[in-house]
């Protein structure tokens, strides 16, 4: 979670160099402490950094750490001496100033501020920490939780901030060589997370840790805590998951703000989630499908396996009559086709000899040039393209990345997949925003094989345009839609949205309201989705103002994904009125009530960090010392770092990854599908089904084909063995149904021939 980089100086001989101090294990950093409180979907997490300088000069300290692109920081504070102080939100250049300033001048000052590169890494300094001092570091944020298609409820605090690739010819700062960074860092490690309000508590479960849960008797409550911090390891995210019941209830909070605070604050904030009912969208008859896979020496081991296996999977799930393409890519990257290939045997059986070789060989990562060529290609008869982008990576240029995905939004929809703790938050969520798509994290624990499945099914769904919200209010009352555009929806798929509504204090009896969701389908078809509330029924209120500050934060998402810097003064604006940090402000503060500067008023020298490594544990390495360091920390052998060249990807394999015995028995059976859905009733199939080829045969039904019996067999074997995989070959399943109603059944209905089909495997071989 936490790269710690420490500046320091010893007198003027430095000439501008920081000091190194070989062995030096006393390190200001002493506990981090994380308490969450979650509120139904949303989280308020706050992080406090307790720092004890016994060094005999001054030291300055960087700490740079992940964030959730969407989530909205909006409090910095620190006890310096006992001294409280509170950063104001400022010009991001200003900031950056009024902490130079504070440092050349002596005093004790800090900034956090968000990367100019990427929104999901943050930057937290203290500058001239005097020598014997302590200072108490506290930043707060909320986020909103995920939900997916079950109902299962997500939080994460990400530990994990990956090395950003750079690509030849973008401009960066060039990495310190001489920056001091420890890799033994030992530190106190508290995670508290109080779970109340809004919804039945049915379990709380995590994802890796050891977490220690009380639940409350009447289920509206509970408590969650790390079960021993100590054994922590920094080389994954912090992940649990929620169970709620009615958890695709529709909620409605109203947030009032306060007539003491000024512009965004003082207004009220409505945040909506609801379930619209998607069942009458039809699926899309005529696709092309694009499949961008990370080939890159980071997917090393079981994440290229999982790759392997899902790119199996989606090339027999596609619906028959489509266009397809697969293009790996690392440093370089190659299509398998030279344009996209109509779906069908030949195709198929040709992209299938390609998946066998995939392999994560293709360097470092870089995503712009292969969806560059991506897009210079023309559209087939399609004329609407699918593409499916999985990574581990992350990039320098993700702006530049998010930019050309915009510009060709109209044509082309992007799916993305963040694989593995660390992926970029940033880079997956607004690729797949700004092209209507949709963004999909997995865990190095998690099955990338369900997640993705679950997405080709959304993607099979046509997309809804033109989408809009319209209020239905009391007369006095007045509703600004945060977004404007209302997001992008799916089947099974919740929505959240934002409203600040005016005139809510003039209400008086009429106080019923509604919200009405209208988007188009093709020429013909429409959606009409309705909630109704009483307006008054729904207040609450929160001395952080949750909703304000995501309403805000998503807001300015909306603003920066526009593309270019047009919207800079509203982004400044709105972000400096709601208190929440964005690509163009920061936080900064000073101790002015310090009445002994520090080192005599003199500059602690310092070296800016644009580019660096992050490796679990906490470590921060340049360039020039991150070999040395690891070697240091986890031997010669450590299979935690692996570079080809200065500028290279990292490579992490983390210990507790998911082990693979070969190929599971449904994909094996999956592999034998044809492309068109049926299956051939041969020795493979029947080895599939644990029967014999001859018994098969033996009792086929009268005058029935032996390639349906196959298929009806196929059929049956994923319905009764593998049920509990669904996800899986749902797809899979649906074409063979889709095949065998368009053969001759001898009399039979497809339910019935596989109702019959399940009998035989029921039977001894």
């Not at 010009?91 to 902490?99: L, M, S, V």
């Not at 299938?352 to 969806?371: R, S, Y």
């Not at 602690?604 to 360039?623: A, E, F, H, K």
């Not at 010392?625 to 570079?643: E, T």
Request: aromatic share 8%; glycine share 6%; proline share 4%.
């Amino acid at each position: 979670m936490y790269g710690l980089r420490i500046q320091h100086e010893e007198g003027a001989s430095s000439q501008g160099k920081a000091i190194v101090l070989p062995g030096s294990k006393t390190v200001p950093l002493k506990s981090v402490g994380v308490d969450v409180t979650i509120k139904g979907f949303v989280a308020n997490v706050q992080s406090t950094l307790t720092y004890e300088n016994q060094k005999e000069a001054a030291v300055e300290t960087v700490f740079v750490f992940p964030i959730d692109d969407q989530s909205a920081v909006y409090q910095f504070e620190a006890d310096i001496d006992g001294r409280h102080i509170v950063a104001e939100c400022q010009d991001k250049e200003q900031a950056r100033e009024t902490y130079k300033d504070a440092l050349k001048t002596g005093h004790t000052a800090m900034l956090l501020s968000e990367s100019d590169t990427s929104g999901d890494v943050f930057e937290c300094k203290l500058g001239n920490l005097p020598p014997h001092g302590a200072a108490t570091l506290t930043f707060s944020y909320v986020t909103e939780l995920t939900t997916d298609s079950e109902g299962i409820v997500t939080f994460t605090l990400p530990t994990v901030l990956n090395p950003r690739y750079t690509p030849p010819g973008f401009e960066m700062s060039p990495p310190s060589s001489d920056a001091i960074h420890y890799t033994d860092i030992q530190y106190q490690m508290r995670f508290v997370t109080k779970v109340e309000g809004q919804h039945l508590i049915k379990a709380i479960v995590p994802k890796m840790d050891m977490l220690k849960v009380e639940l409350a008797e009447d289920k509206k409550s509970a408590n969650v805590t790390l079960d021993d911090a100590t054994k922590f390891k920094f080389d994954h995210d912090l992940s649990l998951t929620l169970e709620y019941e009615d958890v695709f209830q529709p909620t409605v909070i109203l947030e009032k703000g306060q007539n003491s605070k000024e512009g965004f604050l003082k207004s009220d904030v409505v945040m909506m989630d609801f379930l619209p009912d998607l069942r009458s969208v039809p699926e899309l008859t005529e696709a092309e499908f694009v499949f961008v896979i990370d080939c890159s020496g980071s997917m090393g081991g079981d994440r290229i396996a999982k790759a392997k296996e899902t790119v199996l999977l989606l090339l027999k799930s596609l619906p028959v009559g489509c266009f397809f393409n697969v293009v790996a890519f690392g440093s370089s990257f190659k299509w398998w086709f030279t344009s996209s290939m109509k779906y069908d045997e030949t195709s198929l059986e040709e992209a299938l000899v390609l998946q066998k070789g995939l392999d994560a060989n293709l360097g470092g990562t870089e995503i712009l040039q292969p969806l560059e060529s991506l897009y210079a290609q023309p559209l087939h008869t399609a004329k609407f393209r699918q593409v499916f982008l999985l990574t581990d990576g992350d990039v320098s240029n993700t702006n530049q990345v998010i930019t050309l995905a915009r510009r060709n939004a109209a044509n082309t929809r992007i799916f993305t997949f963040g694989i593995g703790e660390g992926a970029s938050t940033s880079l997956v969520r607004n690729v797949a925003k700004v092209t209507n798509g949709l963004a999909t994290f997995v865990t190095d624990k998690e099955k990338l094989q369900n997640k993705v499945m679950t997405v080709l099914n959304h993607a099979m769904q046509q997309p809804v345009t033109n989408l809009n919200l319209e209020w239905n209010l009391p007369p006095s009352c007045t509703a600004i839609n945060i977004p404007q555009q209302a997001p992008v929806v799916f089947k099974g798929q919740k929505v959240i949205t934002y409203a600040l509504i005016n005139g809510v204090e003039h209400l008086t009896e009429d106080t019923q309201c509604s919200v009405v969701l209208k988007g188009d389908i093709g020429k013909e078809n429409s959606i009409y989705y309705t909630l109704n509330f009483d307006l008054l029924s729904v207040v609450e209120s929160a001395d952080s103002f949750p909703v304000h500050r995501l309403a805000a934060k998503t807001q300015i998402k909306d603003f920066e994904t526009a593309g270019d810097d047009s919207e800079k003064g509203e982004i400044t604006l709105l972000s400096m009125s709601a208190n929440v940090v964005s690509r163009y402000t920061a936080f900064v503060g000073v101790d002015k009530d310090k009445k002994e500067l520090v080192d005599g008023g003199r500059l602690v020298q310092r070296r800016d960090l644009d580019s660096y490594w992050d490796i679990p544990g906490g470590t921060m390495l340049s360039y020039g010392a991150r070999q040395g360091l690891c070697d240091v920390v986890y031997g010669s052998s450590s299979p935690f770092l692996r570079h080809s060249s200065l500028y290279s990807r990292y490579h992490i394999h983390t210990l507790n990854s998911i082990e693979h015995d070969g190929t599971s028995d449904v994909m094996t059976l999956i592999d034998l599908q044809k492309f068109d859905g049926s299956w051939v009733l041969d020795q493979d199939l029947a080895g599939a089904l644990h029967q014999s080829e001859d018994f098969l045969k033996s009792i086929l039904p009268d005058n029935l084909d032996t390639s349906v019996w196959a298929t009806a067999l196929g059929v049956a074997c994923l319905q009764k063995k593998f049920a509990s995989e669904k996800t899986l070959w749902e797809l899979i399943e649906k074409k063979a149904l889709a095949w065998l109603s368009s053969q001759n059944l001898a009399g039979k209905t497809v339910s019935e021939l596989v109702i019959l089909a399940r009998d035989v495997l029921s039977s001894p071989p």
